[in-house]
């Protein structure tokens, strides 16, 4: 199957500070990219969907200038949480969807964010 | 939007005996339906999918139905192995294209 990986694996911030998490699609090139919330003991929760070259699409309740999504190539999107909270401590995780792959999405190992 | 419901929340079996999930899906116009298993820490690993034009698909110990007019589909592992103990994800395709709505997860804990 296809490779996505994601970049820190851990971090830990304090109060008012930006994280930028990387998500990359190592063997194919990504059409579309998703950024998943994982709260403990919880399913996944999309957040917005990115697709290269446009604007992310966020889900109801997402705030668009707190999570910045930018998707700059195909093999490529980044997740900026600006101004993090302790509320934002999560599992964020990315998946990779390309055409080719029909409907399968590959997911990344996923980021674990703590905030102080 | 589509809405997914999974069922039971956690489920405790004993070493070699079966283990089914049911899930239901809200949104007639989904046609892709895959499962994933995460272990603790880990990302979802896809473990078997199906889509709407299939009613039943079988990989050695797992196999996936579908029942499009009632819309609910279940994941069945046979001759279960503590190995297979993790939380397990059903999800159905969203009313745009490749997005997927996650079940709640399933908690499985094989015994032996």
């Known amino acids: 199957g296809a490779v996505v990986s994601q970049h820190p694996s851990r971090v830990i911030c304090k109060s008012g500070t930006s994280v930028k998490i990387e998500c990359r699609s190592l063997d194919f090139q990504a059409t579309t990219m998703f950024w998943y919330r994982q709260f403990p003991k919880q399913s996944l929760m999309l957040m917005a969907t990115s697709n290269e070259g446009s604007k992310a699409t966020y889900e109801q309740g997402v705030e668009k200038d707190k999570f910045l999504i930018n998707h700059a190539s195909l093999t490529l999107s980044t997740l900026t949480v600006t101004s993090a909270h302790p509320e934002d401590s999560s599992f964020y995780i990315c998946?990779?969807?390309?055409?080719?792959?029909?409907?399968?999405?590959?997911f990344g190992p996923g980021t674990r964010l703590t905030v102080l | 939007g589509e809405n997914v419901e999974q069922h039971p929340s956690t489920l405790s079996v004993q070493e070699g005996d079966s283990a089914v999930i049911k899930c239901t899906y809200s949104d007639s116009a989904s046609n892709y339906f895959p499962w994933y298993k995460q272990e603790l820490g880990k990302r979802p690993q896809l473990i078997i999918d199906?889509?709407?034009?299939?009613g039943e698909k079988k990989d050695q110990r797992i196999a996936v139905t579908l029942n499009k007019t009632a819309k609910h589909f279940s994941l069945h592992i046979t001759e279960t192995q503590p190995e297979d103990s993790a939380v397990y994800f059903c999800a159905a395709e969203g009313e745009y294209g490749n997005k997927l709505v996650f079940g709640a997860g399933t908690i499985l804990r094989v015994k032996s």
């Open positions: 998946s990779a969807w390309t055409s080719s792959s029909t409907d399968t999405q590959y």
């Open positions: 199906i889509r709407s034009n299939v």
